[in-house]
């Protein structure tokens, strides 16, 4: 998405967890990775309640610590919309917004098949399957706004030949 909008004219920054930046626009964060020896000895260490806040798995420990690590550029940059696939840097970035550390809007990309009760919290859902949005409404999830982009496929590639 942060290329589309870069190709359209929009200016954009693209924060990500590794690999190098090929753009000027990308940024990447320092965090713990997933399967890494440092995140393999955290959850070792930290006690089996650190679910709770957001360090309870592989994961969860890559999400939270790649947010932690950003917050403080994303409060001073103050940006209109940050948009997000990750659920657990959605939410810790909806609790920031919330008591007020930012004002930016925080639109999940709902596409890891988190259950309703969690999805409903935030203001602003892209769901990436129709299916989705309409179990959304089914469920009684109205609120906020919500709308549906789905993962872009290539039409040449897959035009149904093989």
Not at 25 to 44: D, G, H, Q
Request: include cysteine; proline fraction near 5%.
């Amino acid at each position: 998405m942060a290329y589309a909008l870069k190709d359209k004219g929009v200016k954009v920054t693209l924060y990500k967890g590794s690999g190098a930046c090929r753009n000027g626009f990308e940024k990447v964060v320092p965090c713990v990775r997933c399967n890494s020896k440092l995140s393999k000895v955290l959850l070792k260490i930290l006690p089996k309640c650190s679910w709770h806040f957001g360090m309870g798995s592989d994961f969860q420990l890559q999400q939270t610590s790649f947010t932690l690590n950003i917050l403080p550029e994303l409060i001073l940059k103050r940006f209109n919309i940050i948009h997000t696939k990750d659920p657990d840097v959605a939410n810790i970035l909806r609790i920031a917004n919330r008591i007020g550390l930012m004002k930016s809007k925080v639109i999940l990309a709902h596409g890891t098949e988190e259950p309703l009760d969690f999805i409903k919290k935030f203001p602003y859902l892209q769901h990436l399957a129709p299916s989705h949005l309409e179990e959304a409404k089914i469920a009684g999830l109205n609120g906020g706004r919500q709308f549906v982009i789905p993962n872009f496929v290539d039409i040449d590639q897959f035009n149904g030949e093989i």
